[in-house]
């Protein structure tokens, strides 16, 4: 049976990375990632389930009076019930238990004495037992009691604890001679901290930074912690997440020029074939499939689409012909028949312009000739196409990245391309920024420096940080066919190069 050709579509999310070292975090720093620890629980086998272990190397002495306290954030499972923690003397005469049960939005606290249960305190509410939101929990301990609050309820409970002098701290899954469980629930814990008799911290564990032993450090006294089979959420800003595949017969839909674009509001991505539009979800990751009933997209090599929020309609379009191709998402019509041709604008960089709503082009690669036009067009039927060359100031190019500075300036940097503009003479890669301003079409050169590693080109797009003066671009090795890709951010007043994440290996074609 012969094989069919598919097209396979991976989307990946990247969030911007955080430095992964040893030291104190910077507290301002980490409130910008998302951070924490992540426990895999039922839904994976007994032996790929996390632990946490506060107290590898001795246990804490902690004298007559500590408090503990942390955020935990639930998951929904199918299974929900398990320990988040088990606090042990070393005698093993006494065990504090916390065991959470989302599905009934309880939480229980179980003191055990040998075979005997102390007190058994529950927490039953479910308004502030909930899943998907950070939950505070304290434990304060002394010789009277344990007081015990979650948000802004308290309880007191006893306790058969000799002392607080020899105590191990295990969350989730452990291997006790005593007191093992395998019992995990669906959680994220964070922001752990342990505080002496007289309220001083003495531990504080972020679960943020690590190494790749799952050793993380307190940032107080730089006590390691131990993790076993975790998800540390600080890694999402730093590795690359596959978050769907999707799979075409490219015979059958005609995907071979698939067209992108997104909706930077709604947090929708848009693939465009000719019979259909698919529509992915970034918040929930599920795909919409739209057909197409009338007309279609402009189609040809490196077409592209563009998604207008104030209209909210899909545009395809060609600097070759005047009228716009529109997709309605309510009558899930093109608003006018394709055309299929050889574009002279492949991989131009594309916005539409928020104050005038004018849709905006630069650069562009066709008919073996670069060029460094401004493309301007207004998104009514009437307007034209308004071409301006800007040779004179930024040498011809496509393969560049584009980002939007201010309401009045665009930031264009590097791309590939030849002082003349013709493919046949000395074509180079350019590693350069110019500002434009695309009200008056003025442009200045920012800078350029010289590259002595390999060759790489951009994205299309990049994310321009005004505060830091930084610039954030996916960047790709364009002399070769299995090439990787990478996040670089680059300093808009030095050109100063940073790599920011882990590689993705790609082809490009």
């Known amino acids: 049976m012969k094989q069919k050709r598919y097209l396979l579509i991976s989307l990946l999310i990247f969030c911007l990375f955080v430095t992964l070292q040893w030291g104190y975090a910077n507290t301002t720093i980490l409130s910008n990632y998302r951070y924490g620890l992540t426990f895999k629980a039922h839904t994976v086998n007994q032996d790929q389930r996390t632990s946490l272990d506060l107290t590898p190397d001795r246990s804490l002495h902690l004298g007559n009076k500590f408090s503990l306290s942390f955020d935990i954030k639930l998951r929904e499972e199918l299974h929900t019930y398990g320990y988040v923690f088990r606090i042990i003397s070393d005698d093993t005469s006494s065990c504090l238990d916390f065991i959470s049960y989302q599905l009934r939005s309880k939480f229980n606290f179980i003191l055990n004495k040998g075979s005997s249960i102390v007190e058994n305190v529950d927490f ?62 669906p959680v994220s814990l964070r922001n752990i901290e342990l505080y002496n008799q007289d309220g001083r911290i003495i531990r504080c564990w972020k679960l943020a930074l690590h190494n790749r032993k799952g050793e993380t450090m307190d940032e107080v006294e730089a006590q390691r912690a131990i993790v076993q089979n975790g998800i540390w959420e600080i890694d999402r800003h730093y590795n690359w997440q596959k978050e769907k595949s999707l799979k075409f017969d490219s015979k059958k839909f005609q995907c071979q020029n698939l067209q992108l674009a997104y909706d930077s509001i709604g947090g929708r991505i848009f693939m465009v074939l000719k019979e259909k539009v698919l529509v992915y979800h970034v918040d929930n990751k599920q795909v919409d499939t ?5 007309g279609e997209p402009y189609f040809g090599v490196s077409r592209q689409v563009i998604y207008s929020a104030a209209t909210d309609e899909l545009i395809s379009y060609s600097t ?9 998402f309510a009558t899930h019509e093109w608003s006018i028949p394709s055309t299929w041709e050889v574009d002279s604008r492949q991989h131009h960089n594309r916005m539409i312009d928020p104050e005038t709503n004018h849709l905006i082009l630069f650069g562009g690669y066709g008919r073996h000739t670069y060029n460094a036009d401004f493309v301007e067009k207004g998104l009514n039927d009437g307007d034209q196409w308004q071409i301006i060359s800007l040779d004179s100031c930024i040498t011809p190019r496509y393969l560049s990245a584009m980002g939007i500075e201010d309401k009045d300036h665009i930031l264009i940097m590097g791309g590939y391309g030849s002082r003349s503009g013709k493919q046949e003479e000395s074509p180079q890669n350019y590693y350069d920024l110019y500002r434009l301003n ?64 882990n590689l993705l290996e790609m082809s490009v074609g």
């Open 124 to 185: 039953i509410d479910s308004t502030q037992i909930v899943k998907d939101e950070w939950i505070k929990i304290r434990l304060d301990f002394t010789e009277q009691g344990i007081k015990i609050s979650v948000n802004e309820a308290t309880q007191m409970m006893r306790h058969s604890f000799k002392d607080f002098n020899s105590l191990s701290f295990l969350f989730g899954s452990n291997r006790h001679p005593k007191y093992y469980t395998t019992d995990v629930p």
């Open 290 to 294: 739209l057909s197409v009933e009338k």
């Open 320 to 328: 070759e012909h005047p009228l716009l191709s529109k997709y309605n």
């Open 438 to 501: 695309i009200r008056d079409k003025s442009c200045s050169k920012v800078w350029s420096f010289f590259n002595e590693g390999e060759h790489f080109t951009f994205s299309n797009s990049m994310i321009i940080d005004t505060v830091a003066d930084k610039l954030y671009a996916l960047v790709y090795n364009n002399d070769r066919f299995h090439t990787n890709l990478n996040l670089c951010s680059f300093d808009i007043c030095t050109s100063k190069l940073r790599k920011e994440c």
